[in-house]
């Protein structure tokens, strides 16, 4: 028994080290991004989930506070998925509402007394679940887009601990909910899966951090942020300038199949070539993004085109690619501030009244004599 303890508390002790270490680290980046503060704030929440699931001898030692943190864990989680891994570029406050929720439930279900808490508890977990569920959906979704290979690779091991963590929990809790016994030694196991989760959440974000994430003012549009110039050999030089010719002259975006592998058989390169390149090289961190900026620009100058007064939104963003008119709203308020109808009314010319003229001739009169 106190081995396990022993034990135990050295894993708990090395996930909060790791946990510490690697939001110290996202924190102390100047550059103002949502990862910085969303990131800081999960991994104290982490290290609170990891003081609370400390029991020796099966008494908690956690404070209401701690444990009211551990619990927004999940939803923390969930909105540093869309500031990693959706390239916001401004914090969105409402990101942190799930994370609320998640406490106020949980200290509904606290509240309640033991005959009637557990559909509380059974509704405070499913919501856990559901909030992890969606931020995996969220990382997987922009997979096939993502121009950053150290963050693409990353997707495949963050998605596989967060689901192997959540599913632990899973079993732990509706097992106590169902009344059956737990899993043996489970804070040992947790500890310990704790412990591994804090180390490569440390290797991986410290060192590929600064490629995670881009800095942006607040209310900057999002534009390509041009990596270092790279060393382009004349492979590299070919491939730009029939995807310069692709994208400026044939006008490929307006396609709206087009993929980041049907644009690498398009100009004749290795699909990881032509990502590299887009990256690297342009500075783009996402391929969805990269076309669409090329529709957006089209779709703000058709919107602003008086002889267009009368040509519909939806027949717009259809001509320009957007499978539904959803999308492309969402991406030109996105790329502007504005929806598209609030550009049209800012951005189309006021036409020049018109007045009569009178030019002295008498008005024709009736032919009486037909």
């Given amino acids: 028994m106190g081995d396990t303890i022993l034990f135990e508390t050295l894993a708990r002790g090395v996930a909060i080290g790791g946990f510490a270490v690697t939001g110290l680290g996202l924190v102390l980046d100047r550059r103002t991004t949502p990862a910085r503060w969303v990131g800081g704030l999960f991994f104290l929440g982490a290290m609170a989930h990891v003081i609370e699931g400390y029991r020796p001898g099966g008494v908690a030692v956690a404070s209401p506070i701690v444990c009211a943190l551990s619990v927004a864990t999940t ?7 869309y500031a990693l891994f959706a390239d916001e570029r401004r914090f969105s406050p409402h990101r942190l509402w799930p994370a609320v929720g998640l406490v106020a439930l949980w200290f509904l279900a606290r509240s309640m007394p033991p005959t009637i808490c557990k559909p509380f508890w059974l509704v405070f977990n499913l919501a856990s679940a559901g909030l992890v569920l969606h931020a995996l959906l969220v990382i997987w979704r ?21 689901a192997g963590y959540i599913l632990l929990l899973s079993i732990r809790d509706m097992a106590w ?10 804070g040992l196991l947790q500890s310990l899966t704790l412990a591994a ?100 620009e089209a779709a703000k ?46 951005n189309t010319p006021v036409p020049t009244r018109l007045r009569l003229v009178e030019t002295g001739d008498p008005s024709p009169k009736a032919d009486k004599t037909a």
């Fill in 197 to 296: 989760l804090s180390v490569a959440a440390s290797v991986a974000l410290l060192r590929a951090e600064p490629l995670l994430v881009v800095a942006s003012k607040a209310g900057e549009a999002a534009t390509p942020s041009p990596a270092p110039l790279m060393d382009l050999t004349p492979a590299d030089r070919l491939v730009l300038a029939r995807l310069e010719t692709a994208m400026d002259q044939d006008e490929v975006w307006r396609g709206e199949d087009l993929s980041i592998s049907a644009l690498a058989a398009l100009v004749g390169a290795p699909e990881h070539r032509l990502r590299r390149l887009i990256n690297g090289v342009l500075g783009h961190r996402n391929f969805a993004d990269y076309v669409n900026g090329r529709r957006i």
């Fill in 75 to 81: 939803g923390l989680f969930w909105a540093l998925a």
């Fill in 177 to 186: 909910i169902g009344g059956l016994p737990g899993l043996p030694a489970a």
């Fill in 142 to 162: 922009g997979w096939r887009d993502d121009l950053v290979a150290q963050r693409r690779r990353i997707r495949g091991p963050v998605m596989i601990a967060a």
């Fill in 301 to 346: 100058t058709a919107l602003a085109a008086p002889d267009l007064a009368l040509k519909s939104i939806s027949t717009i963003a259809y001509d320009l690619g957007f499978a539904s008119l959803g999308p492309f709203n969402r991406a030109f308020r996105g790329a502007t501030g504005v929806t598209p109808t609030e550009w049209r009314s800012a």
